[in-house]
């Protein structure tokens, strides 16, 4: 492969554990920094959203009859997005370098005799269907050589959020949380802490009908419960070291109904407000304990959770003397940053640069990560 051009564009896509939609970027990276060029969220179709949300609520392997039709109606809703991305921003596909495609993950089960993560969306149909080379499958060559697979976050948030001085953490608050630990060197850890939006986005759902708990109002409405909060932190997920990752398979509402059947005073139940503020207060928890250890001088902000105002009060109330800010004020949009993730792996694969995870994921070695798929000639 050729070498990369600093002006060249790359396309970065994703669709993460909250499920509401593809995030698509386009993005230069002059002087190895990204620059954005452009930015959209395509929604899910309800009727391809409600699908998905069958397959993955009860925490169970999907069969392989379930999977198979909904990757090329994931694949065709990504490409959906290249394109439209490209339409407005008045970019030609031939333009474009490489598309990196982390597409929908279904299943993430890194531990055991036989770990695997599935991401449906296939990178060879986006590849035909936009006629630009598509990488994807970023997780296999990782899981491969001993990796967890995830967080891949923390090899940009190393690239792009360095401290000159210090050490510094960067939270990504999709619908599970990681965390990547930064020093001045360029060292690196990162790990998934566990639930962020994704119990409280199933649960307000469930009682309110809404796809989420917009700025946290009803988690701030309600009474974080102290033994129904101390309950899931005795979960042995938060106890591990890292390297460590997680999703919807584990935290789910399954897992969640279980406790609060364990936690019910009497025949009552909880209040879905207090319940709601309590998860807020599990993930306020879970972050800064996983955090506090390291004693960042800063700790910058991602992911949907950014704009969850109660969410990152309580995170503040938790780490004293920390200053709690979005990545933006570093110099990128935090809507956008998984989405650059993946345009920045592409261009990192398509360079033939290996990655080193080995204090992130627990590879035993550096790996390429991502299958390069090239575009039929004719479409």
Not at 215 to 234: F, K, R, S, V, Y
Request: charge should be positive.
């Amino acid at each position: 492969m050729r070498a990369v051009s600093e002006g060249e564009l790359y396309l970065g896509m994703i669709s993460g554990t909250s499920r509401d939609g593809v995030d698509a970027v386009l993005a230069a990276f002059p002087a190895g920094q990204p620059q954005l060029r452009a930015a959209l969220c395509l929604p899910y179709p309800p009727d391809l959203a409600a699908r998905l949300e069958r397959l993955v609520a009860g925490g169970r392997r999907p069969v392989a009859a379930d999977l198979s039709a909904l990757d090329a109606e994931i694949a065709g809703h990504f490409a959906d997005a290249a394109r439209r991305l490209l339409r407005e921003a008045g970019v030609a596909p031939a333009s474009v370098r490489a598309i990196g495609s982390h597409g929908q993950t279904v299943w993430h089960a890194p531990d055991g005799p036989r770990p695997e993560s599935i991401q449906l969306g296939s990178p060879t149909l986006i590849a035909q269907r936009t006629g630009i080379r598509t990488v994807g499958d970023f997780r296999r060559a990782d899981i491969a050589a001993g990796g967890q697979g995830a967080p891949l976050a923390p090899l940009l948030h190393r690239a792009l959020f360095r401290p000159a001085s210090g050490t510094r953490a960067v939270l990504n608050l999709g619908g599970i949380a990681n965390v990547s630990i930064i020093d001045r060197e360029g060292g690196v850890i990162g790990f998934d802490t566990g639930p962020a939006n994704c119990l409280l986005d199933a649960w307000i759902r469930r009682h309110r009908g809404e796809a989420l708990d917009r700025d946290g109002a009803c988690a701030a409405g309600g009474t974080a419960n102290p033994g129904l909060l101390e309950a899931p932190l005795a979960d042995p997920y938060f106890g591990k070291r890292g390297p460590k990752s997680t999703g919807t398979e584990y935290f789910n509402l399954p897992w969640l109904e279980r406790l609060l059947e364990r936690c019910r005073p009497g025949a009552h139940p909880h209040a879905p407000a207090d319940v709601q503020a309590t998860l807020a207060e599990l993930t306020a928890a879970t972050v800064a304990d996983a955090i506090r250890p390291f004693a960042p001088a800063d700790l910058l902000v991602c992911g949907g959770g950014v704009h969850n105002g109660d969410l990152l009060r309580r995170l503040r109330r938790r780490l004293p003397g920390t200053p709690v800010r979005s990545t933006a004020e570093a110099g990128l949009d935090p809507d956008w940053v998984e989405g650059v993730l993946f345009a920045w792996l592409a261009r990192e694969r398509v360079a033939g640069r290996p990655q080193d995870t080995r204090r992130i994921t627990g590879a035993r070695e550096a790996v390429l990560l991502g299958s390069v798929c090239e575009p039929s000639a004719v479409r």
